[in-house]
């Protein structure tokens, strides 16, 4: 993983001469902006910092065992009093992404930006952004070493959950020798790999895997058979009392057909507007596909919120995903 140590030594500046932060990920958190929050809030509470961890609405209920994962406020249930002036944004790979917490900043408000999506934008007064770290918390994992604070098995377990669910359970091509370096140093302070693995990867709600089964009785191949993809909508969810969370996962199952290139995941959120998420076997990049929709994310994991009908943004989506086959 390329660093660079200006952008360490801005960072460990702008984190030593403040104090009163905002700490935040992006809407609907996953394994790592959840981790990279609590790693943020633990990191500043080594420093003697005053802090707000916030998302715009709840964490995962399968993240709950994580190191006071109880302090990230939920906005949609616990507004803020103040505005803030500092901000700490994590794994946020556009400024759109932090959604509503971004009414909690000041007209004048400076943002620390860490992040490890290629398209990341640069929205901070300072970026630390490394587009070939697998994980926003393996840049977190390396700036606690650059600080020199001293690792705790709770963090240690943190910033492991954040690695295991961002490669995948270490699958995908962004486990790097360094990726598994930082997983073994992990485990010498007690982390619970096997068992991290099991609740994050293997376990599945009732509802999930209802939700799965609506899904894959709608999947989609194209005659080529290189393009595959599944609808969901507000029935299936209703009918099988499935939560946002319960998604996760599910665009991987078209994506691990053989043969096929791009798997996706049609979300309806409106009769107006769709969430697509992509995933590639390597030969797409999905990331500039989603990024042409006002979307972003990695080369084989990507997505966006896309303006249209279902039926429209398939169509478009679907069109683009073959052109660049």
């Given at each position: 993983?390329?660093?660079?140590?200006?952008?360490?030594?801005?960072?460990?500046?702008?984190?030593?001469?403040?104090?009163?932060?905002?700490?935040?990920?992006?809407?609907?958190?996953?394994?790592?902006?959840?981790?990279?929050?609590?790693?943020?809030?633990?990191?500043?509470?080594?420093?003697?910092?005053?802090?707000?961890?916030?998302?715009?609405?709840?964490?995962?209920?399968?993240?709950?065992?994580?190191?006071?994962?109880?302090?990230?406020?939920?906005?949609?249930?616990?507004?803020?009093?103040?505005?803030?002036?500092?901000?700490?944004?994590?794994?946020?790979?556009?400024?759109?992404?932090?959604?509503?917490?971004?009414?909690?900043?000041?007209?004048?408000?400076?943002?620390?930006?860490?992040?490890?999506?290629?398209?990341?934008?640069?929205?901070?007064?300072?970026?630390?952004?490394?587009?070939?770290?697998?994980?926003?918390?393996?840049?977190?994992?390396?700036?606690?070493?650059?600080?020199?604070?001293?690792?705790?098995?709770?963090?240690?377990?943190?910033?492991?959950?954040?690695?295991?669910?961002?490669?995948?359970?270490?699958?995908?091509?962004?486990?790097?020798?360094?990726?598994?370096?930082?997983?073994?140093?992990?485990?010498?302070?007690?982390?619970?790999?096997?068992?991290?693995?099991?609740?994050?990867?293997?376990?599945m709600t009732l509802?999930?895997?209802?939700?799965?089964?609506?899904?894959?009785?709608?999947?989609?191949?194209?005659?080529?058979?290189?393009?595959?993809?599944?609808?969901?909508?507000?029935?299936?969810?209703?009918?099988?009392?499935?939560?946002?969370?319960?998604?996760?996962?599910?665009?991987?199952?078209?994506?691990?057909?053989?043969?096929?290139?791009?798997?996706?995941?049609?979300?309806?959120?409106?009769?107006?507007?769709?969430?697509?998420?992509?995933?590639?076997?390597?030969?797409?990049?999905?990331?500039?596909?989603?990024?042409?929709?006002?979307?972003?994310?990695?080369?084989?994991?990507?997505?966006?919120?896309?303006?249209?009908?279902?039926?429209?943004?398939v169509s478009r989506?679907?069109?683009?995903?073959?052109?660049?086959?």
């Open positions: 993983m390329q660093t660079n140590e200006r952008e360490f030594r801005q960072t460990t500046q702008f984190l030593t001469e403040h104090d009163d932060f905002l700490v935040v990920s992006h809407i609907q958190p996953d394994g790592d902006a959840v981790s990279s929050t609590l790693a943020v809030g633990w990191l500043l509470s080594c420093l003697g910092k005053n802090y707000v961890m916030v998302n715009e609405g709840p964490i995962p209920r399968r993240m709950s065992y994580l190191w006071h994962s109880e302090q990230i406020k939920d906005l949609s249930v616990d507004p803020l009093q103040h505005k803030y002036s500092h901000v700490i944004a994590v794994d946020c790979a556009d400024y759109a992404r932090i959604g509503k917490v971004r009414e909690c900043f000041a007209d004048n408000a400076q943002i620390l930006n860490i992040d490890h999506h290629p398209t990341n934008d640069k929205f901070g007064a300072v970026n630390l952004i490394v587009p070939d770290a697998a994980a926003t918390v393996e840049i977190l994992f390396d700036l606690i070493g650059h600080l020199e604070l001293e690792m705790t098995p709770d963090i240690a377990t943190a910033i492991y959950t954040g690695l295991l669910t961002d490669t995948g359970g270490f699958r995908y091509s962004s486990t790097t020798p360094k990726v598994m370096a930082t997983a073994s140093k992990l485990l010498e302070y007690g982390v619970d790999g096997p068992g991290l693995s099991e609740l994050l990867l293997e376990q509802p999930q895997l209802r939700l799965l089964t609506r899904a894959l009785n709608r999947l989609v191949i194209t005659e080529d058979g290189k393009i595959s993809w599944v609808t969901i909508d507000d029935e299936d969810m209703l009918a099988t009392g499935a939560i946002h969370e319960d998604l996760e996962g599910i665009v991987n199952y078209p994506r691990n057909i053989q043969g096929v290139e791009v798997g996706l995941l049609f979300k309806v959120i409106n009769e107006n507007a769709v969430k697509a998420s992509m995933r590639s076997n390597g030969n797409v990049d999905v990331a500039s596909i989603a990024q042409s929709f006002g979307g972003g994310g990695h080369v084989r994991a990507a997505g966006a919120r896309i303006e249209g009908t279902l039926e429209d943004v989506v679907v069109e683009q995903v073959k052109a660049k086959l």
